[in-house]
């Protein structure tokens, strides 16, 4: 069984190929350049893997070849930009997003035949709205949509502009199915902020994915005289999130689904704080004291998540926060915190 898997060289997407691999699959990955393709292909010897390169999934033809490639049962699209590194918010955010969705799925229609279901990483981006997130009673749920708007994308913040590729992304991909009604059914994974050991290349600690970031600062001490607000309190491990999207493949009921892919238990900086001062004494000299304010939770409360479908359909069984922070601190120590 052939899957592909785009953005091989992201954080979320090594995880999933590290499991497809594991499972047996035959993966076919793509990524930007050579130097990614060279550093996939040195992390898998001997294993049944193709690395592609497709250099600028914004183009409309962007997949046209790499789905030719005979024999793909299923496609998991992960690439999308998730940084806040752009200057043009249209051509290097909201176009790769929402382009790169609709160019595969149109490729894969046209010129892929034998692909069975489509699974897309979407994000808790597509199903927030601003208020929610600050009313303690909210319970968010796969039946909500962020109501953004693509001039909202232009004109908002980045973290806006950020939500706002995501979200028109996602829909761009259920019009699709809807309009084009493809041979492949679509299965889409809505992860928040997603933690967890790192174990694709890194060219730097500079160069860590921006779910992570946080935990670089922590261990580096950039948090000792003030802590960040913790911004989204739901978080999940990104084996969960792997595990969801190969699942998503191979369970015949995740067809035509979104899944809101979150850990049963919110966070907050301060959190993350206390499990890295219990596990790891040697970064205490980096820690922020007791004495300092910030990072934890509003006095009313956070909303709260409804993870019972990707529980039930996907089986996912939740690794716990400790776990989370632990195994990731841990897999930064040999990029030199
Ligand atoms: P990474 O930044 O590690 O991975 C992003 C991947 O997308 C990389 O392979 C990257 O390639 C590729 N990519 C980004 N922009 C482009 C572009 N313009 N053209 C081609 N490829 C591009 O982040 P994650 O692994 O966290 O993100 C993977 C997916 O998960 C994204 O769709 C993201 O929106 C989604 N997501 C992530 C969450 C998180 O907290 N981490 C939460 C919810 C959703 P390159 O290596 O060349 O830059």
Known sequence: TKVLLTGG?????????ELLLHRGYEVVTTVRSEDKA???????????????????IAQPDAFDDVVQIPGIDYV?????????????????LLEPAIVGTTSILRAVKQYAPS?????????????????????????FSESDWNPNTYEDGITGTPATSYRVSKTLAEKAAWDFVANEKPNFDLATICPPLVFGPVVHHLNSLESINTSNGRFVDLVQGKWKEEIPPTGVYFWVDVRDVA?????????????????FTVAPQAFSNQDIIAVVRKNFPEYEKNLPGDNVQGGGYPDGGVPKADNSRAS?????????FEKSVVDTVKSLKPHGV
């Open 9 to 17: 060289s992201g954080f979320i997407a090594a995880h999933a190929l």
């Open 115 to 139: 692909v069975k279901r489509v699974v897309v990483t979407s994000s808790f981006a597509s199903i927030l709205n601003e208020a929610g997130l600050q009313d303690p009673n909210k319970v």
């Open 38 to 56: 060279s550093k996939i292909r040195e992390a898998h010897p001997g294993a049944k893997l193709t690395v592609a390169i497709v250099p600028d």
């Open 312 to 320: 039930k359909v996907l089986g996912i069984d939740w690794i716990p």
């Open 243 to 259: 595990a969801a999207h190969v699942n998503a493949l191979e369970k015949t009921e995740a067809g035509g689904k979104r899944f």
């Open 76 to 92: 998991l699209h992960t690439a999308s930009p998730f940084h806040y590194k752009w200057k043009d918010a249209k051509s290097e």
